[in-house]
């Protein structure tokens, strides 16, 4: 069974998302209980499933993967089978940073990065179009990135 999660709680974790590298030592102080206290109070929020995985966030135009493309895909047939073949296919493909079921015009968005545009159409055409039941793809450089990766507010 999962418990509440209180102030306490709520601070640990923006703090955590603001820094996850924060020692344990530095975050009990910062809200105000034994590093003890702290320490299990984290080792729970994990436990819990409510703190998913730390990890580093690596500025992209350092390892060469400045470009950043949506693409929207619309499947031939909207069936649990096209649909389960797709997202298998798609997990596959280590240039896709993200992938989302959606409703509306598309049936996935996918969050690309490659490291230019000569990049991304030989990854299209030898991979994205390759993909079951896929009838369209539309793809949308992204010229600017507003907010990335922004801390869950709650």
Request: with cysteine; hydrophobic share 45%; charged share 25%.
């Amino acid at each position: 069974m999962k418990t509440e999660i209180d102030s306490i709680d709520r601070k640990l974790l923006k703090l955590l998302q603001a820094d996850g590298r924060m020692s344990n030592a530095d975050l009990a102080e910062k809200i105000n209980v034994s590093p003890a206290t702290c320490h299990r109070r984290t080792q729970r929020l994990f436990d819990e499933g409510i703190i998913a995985n730390v990890r580093a966030n690596i500025n992209p135009d350092a390892v060469g993967r400045g470009a950043l493309v949506v693409v929207g895909a619309v499947l031939e047939r909207s069936t649990p089978e096209s649909f389960a073949a797709f997202e298998d296919a798609i997990s596959k493909f280590p240039f896709v940073l993200e992938c989302q079921c959606v409703a509306g015009d598309f049936d996935y968005l996918l969050k690309v990065r490659v490291r230019d545009m000569a990049d991304f159409n030989r990854l299209h055409r030898q991979q994205l179009l390759t993909l079951p039941n896929v009838r369209q793809l539309r793809s949308f450089f992204v010229l600017k990135e507003v907010v990335v990766n922004a801390p869950l507010d709650f």
